[in-house]
């Protein structure tokens, strides 16, 4: 019975269980279905959605389309009438040519007729009318154009000449030096005619070790209390004076001696060469020179030009220079550089050829220095122009220390000669009466011949012969060209 029981109760437990299961299946099958309705419904209002906006996005390209369809078809309707306009004004210009061309020939007959009629009253052809013309109006105003010119000139030069004078004035007044004077030939002062038999030793064989060591001729002759050294180098001569010198008071003269003192000599020539060099740039204030130009600089001192020192007229124009340059604003390093160096050609033997600035500006380029200095201390000749501020003042500061008086000797047949010179080329002129070469050849005073030259001509001349002396003649400083022309009424009552 129990067994019966507990069957029973087993199959009522399973037959609810399956009712159970069943139950829960069919509500899931129920929310499956109930979801995938929703899903369908949001897909159409999305796609509903979706074709809306491109339906309102083909709408707007469309009236987009359209109104830029009516914007073309309107500039091409403006084009089309523009066209037209130009095509009319064309056309209206065409007709104004051809009635400015008629004009004008209309205009042409009118001025020959009256060329004609204006002929006729006058008796003149037109040719002859313009030179009659020109004439008289050159005659009726030929003073006043000397008097124009004249104001001109006057007015150009009056601020020039008054700061040139004050800027060369100030200059000189504030720079002095003395004047070297360099004999030709280096002469030895001995105390007694005996010593020049200790010169000459035996058989020559002394003074022929003193030329052949120094390379300097040693003239011993009749001439009481003096040894002439003659030889184309300064520096040899010093060499060669020094040792001399040394031996005599030495007493012992022989060739190895002489051999010896000329070693000591030339050592001691060099550093005299060096330290006048280094004075020269230290009293200029020339820095950044190297040591060897500094050497060839200091050559200088035992060389002349003209019997003015070389090495003094450098430095002098070295502080000329600065001065000027101050003055007028430009470059006083590269301008007092190249004045102290323009001559340092002039230090070189005649192994090297050339005029002696092209040198300077061969050892200055050698040594590296600036262009600006190279240039200013080769123009400071004519015949290289001078392009810089810096090279002019070089120049002028050149002509103002030889042209000093007494700066240079001369001799009184080249001084004769260059007079001469002066007044031949003044005369070469037409029209000239008379030439004088006057202030010892800084002035040409020329008498013109008044019916022959007028005062305009007499301008004109005075400017052509300053530029053929500048050409033709060789001088210090600048000469002044002086016209002279006078025209006197003579008479006689009787």
């Known amino acids: ?86 095509d009319h004004r064309a056309e209206r210009l065409r007709k104004n040519e051809g009635e400015l061309e008629s004009l004008k020939d209309e205009i042409r007959v009118i001025r020959k007729k009256q060329e004609d009629n204006l002929q006729k009253i006058a008796g003149l052809s037109k040719d002859e009318a313009k030179d009659k013309l020109m004439k008289m109006t050159e005659r009726d105003i030929k003073k006043d154009l000397v008097g124009v010119v004249d104001k001109l000139q006057n007015a150009a030069k009056e601020n020039a000449d008054e700061d040139a004078k004050m800027i060369l004035a100030t200059a000189m007044e504030r720079m002095a030096s003395d004047q070297s004077q360099e004999k030709t030939v280096t002469t030895v002062a001995i105390d007694s005619d005996e010593l020049k038999g200790r010169i000459i030793g035996k058989e020559g064989r002394n003074i022929q070790a003193i030329e052949r060591l120094t390379g300097v ?64 740039a230290k009293d200029t204030g020339v820095v950044g020179l190297p040591p060897e130009m500094i050497k060839i600089l200091g050559q200088l001192k035992f060389r002349t030009s003209f019997s003015q020192n ?16 101050a003055e007028i604003g430009a470059d006083v390093r590269i301008t007092k550089t190249a004045a102290l160096i323009h001559d340092i050609g002039k230090a070189m033997t005649h192994e090297i050829e050339g005029k002696h600035h092209h040198i300077s500006r061969m050892i200055a ?10 240039h200013a201390a080769e ?106 022309r006078e025209t006197r009424a003579i008479e006689f009552a009787k």
């Not at 929310?31 to 999305?46: G, L, N, T």
């Open 1 to 86: 019975m129990e067994i019966i029981l507990l069957v029973a109760g087993l199959l009522v437990g399973a037959g609810a269980g399956v009712g159970a299961s069943v139950a829960r299946s069919k509500q899931q099958t129920d929310s499956a279905e109930a979801k995938a309705q929703k899903i369908i419904k949001d897909a159409k209002r999305e796609a509903d959605k979706i074709a809306d906006t491109a339906k309102e996005e083909e709408r707007e390209r469309r009236r987009l389309i359209t109104s830029s369809e009516k914007r073309v078809a309107e500039r091409e309707t403006s084009l089309d009438k523009k066209l037209d306009d130009l």
């Open 379 to 484: 123009a400071h000749h004519d015949d290289v122009e001078a392009t810089t501020p810096e090279a002019l003042v070089v120049r002028v500061v050149d002509a103002m220390s030889a042209g000093r008086p007494g700066a240079r000797g001369d001799t009184m047949e080249n001084y004769a000669k260059r007079m001469t010179e002066l007044e031949n080329v003044a005369l070469t002129f037409p029209g000239i009466s008379k030439a004088y070469a006057i202030s010892a050849g800084r002035e040409i005073r020329v008498i013109v011949t008044p019916e022959k030259v007028d005062d305009l001509s007499a301008i004109q001349l005075a400017r052509d012969m300053a530029t053929k002396i500048e050409a033709t003649l060789k001088y210090p400083g600048t000469i002044k060209v002086n016209v002279i």
């Open 365 to 374: 380029e050698k040594y590296g220095l600036e262009e600006a200095i190279c």
């Open 217 to 280: 001729d040693v003239l011993v002759d009749d001439t009481p209390g003096v040894i002439v050294l003659s030889c184309f180098d300064p520096i040899r001569r010093q060499v060669a004076r020094l040792t001399i010198e040394k031996l005599l008071a030495d007493g012992r003269v022989h060739p190895a001696r002489i051999e010896e003192v000329v070693e000591k000599s030339k050592k001691e020539i060099d550093k005299v060469v060096k330290e006048a060099g280094e004075q020269a």
């Open 310 to 325: 070389v090495l003094k007229h450098s430095t002098e124009m070295t502080h000329l220079a600065g001065m000027i340059a």
